[in-house]
């Protein structure tokens, strides 16, 4: 059974700073996607990357899949309080293109 | 475009007694998931459906939890009877494609909040 780790696993930070969370895992991945959670909500998909290497950029946000498929991580330049929320990691063996799903980082971004 | 509605939102019981939940995914959706997010940990799939089949039911606890998923559309997942360790988010999810593809979009419910006493 593949597992995702997530680091850290809390964080807390003032608003204005710069954060990176990570995802790794010892089996490699056709594909892995990140996803945002807020209280008493649903995950919603942030992005998926599918090439080794490959970055991904939305708004201030920074997505990199590892080189050998295995890892990823996720960047956030100038946090803001909306940022705030649980990041979620799911990647998808090969074959399958079934996600599991990370352990998870909750992030708190304070005013 | 409505999204993912589940119902109830929160549900307290006692042990050993049943619970039901119920979701109705976005029109068209061919691929349903129930997943388990106990607190403090990532989503865990319990069940996928693709239309009114069973794709993946490998973690579901079958001697106390089933699900069904009438004419394709609506789900509903059941606990009978419920243990202390069941307490977690029950989220469902919906795809506009068959699940198993490499850019697979899953689109989450809310999420029923159970608490077992």
């Known amino acids: 059974t593949q597992l995702l780790e997530q680091s850290p696993q809390f964080l807390s930070i003032q608003e204005g700073e710069n954060l990176t969370v990570y995802c790794n895992s010892s089996s490699v991945f056709s594909s892995l996607q990140w996803y945002r959670q807020e209280p008493g909500e649903g995950p919603v998909l942030l992005v998926t990357?599918?090439?080794?290497?490959e970055v991904k950029k939305l708004k201030r946000l920074t997505f990199q899949f590892g080189d050998a498929r295995k890892d990823s991580s996720l960047h956030i330049t100038a946090a803001q309080t909306g940022d705030t929320g649980l990041y979620l990691c799911a990647g998808a063996t090969s074959g399958t293109y079934k996600y599991i799903f990370g352990t998870g980082t909750r992030l708190k971004v304070l005013a | 475009e409505a999204g993912v509605a589940q119902s109830p939102r929160y549900k307290i019981i006692e042990k050993r007694q049943s619970v039901a939940f119920w979701c109705n995914p976005i029109?068209?959706?061919?691929?349903l998931y129930w997943y388990q997010q106990i607190l403090g940990q990532g989503p865990k799939l319990l069940i996928q459906?693709?239309?009114?089949?069973?794709?993946?039911d490998s973690q579901l606890p079958k001697d106390r939890f089933s699900a069904e998923r009438l004419k394709g559309v609506d789900s509903t997942l059941k606990i009978q009877p419920a243990k202390l360790e069941d307490s977690a988010v029950y989220l469902c999810?919906?795809?506009?494609?068959?699940?198993?593809?490499?850019?697979?979009?899953?689109?989450f419910g809310p999420g029923t909040r159970l608490l077992v006493l």
């Open positions: 999810a919906s795809s506009p494609i068959y699940g198993g593809q490499r850019e697979e979009t899953q689109y």
């Open positions: 029109s068209g959706h061919a691929t």
């Open positions: 459906f693709q239309n009114n089949g069973v794709v993946d």
């Open positions: 990357v599918v090439t080794g290497g």
